[in-house]
């Protein structure tokens, strides 16, 4: 019984953690078509981001899961499962004190201050990008902890 536990916890934080990053992955992919855009494109295409809050499910089944595998883990698999963690611990630092106060000050994005808008822009999009090379991290630490296991 307990090697299928063993082995529920390394595929819950594998599938969660493969789908944490699918949201920043995507923001990667299109980042170099949303940069060039004008105010009015931009606020517009933002729109499409709308319901993915419920992404955050996945985050925070990962986060779980991967603190379970680290918390399981033994050997060689220890350093990688407790490095996907803090992976996954360091996208919700990132969203917490860059992309979270960028959603508040433009009411996620139905508004964008003249003045300032660009930077904004700037910092939501490399926040996301900065969480997406996390996630990445994460899933490959997953990835090998189960292999060394």
Same mark, same amino acid.
């Given at each position: 019984? /307990?090697?299928?536990?063993?082995?529920?916890? =390394?595929?819950l934080?594998?599938? *969660?953690?493969?789908?944490a990053?699918?949201?920043?992955?995507?923001?990667?992919?299109?980042?170099?078509?949303?940069l060039p855009?004008p105010?009015?494109?931009?606020?517009?295409? =933002?729109?499409?981001?709308?319901?993915? =809050? *419920?992404?955050?499910?996945?985050?925070?089944?990962?986060?779980?899961?991967?603190?379970?595998l680290?918390?399981?883990? +033994?050997?060689?698999?220890? %350093?990688p499962?407790?490095?996907?963690? %803090?992976?996954?611990?360091?996208?919700?630092v990132?969203?917490?004190?860059?992309?979270?106060?960028?959603?508040?000050r433009?009411?996620?994005?139905?508004?964008?201050? +003249?003045? #300032?808008? +660009?930077? %904004?822009? #700037?910092?939501?999009?490399?926040?996301?990008a900065?969480?997406?090379?996390l996630?990445?991290?994460? /899933?490959?630490?997953?990835?090998?902890?189960?292999?060394?296991?």
């Amino acid at each position: 019984m /307990l090697a299928t536990m063993d082995s529920m916890v =390394q595929l819950l934080a594998l599938v *969660f953690t493969a789908l944490a990053l699918v949201p920043g992955a995507a923001h990667v992919i299109e980042l170099p078509n949303k940069l060039p855009m004008p105010r009015d494109a931009y606020l517009t295409v =933002q729109k499409v981001y709308r319901g993915w =809050q *419920f992404a955050g499910i996945a985050v925070g089944v990962a986060l779980l899961a991967t603190l379970w595998l680290a918390i399981d883990s +033994e050997g060689r698999a220890r %350093l990688p499962s407790i490095i996907a963690f %803090l992976a996954i611990v360091g996208t919700q630092v990132v969203f917490w004190l860059v992309t979270y106060p960028v959603n508040r000050r433009t009411a996620n994005w139905t508004l964008a201050p +003249e003045e #300032d808008w +660009e930077r %904004l822009r #700037d910092r939501w999009e490399l926040s996301h990008a900065a969480s997406a090379l996390l996630n990445f991290v994460a /899933l490959v630490c997953v990835a090998m902890a189960i292999l060394t296991d």
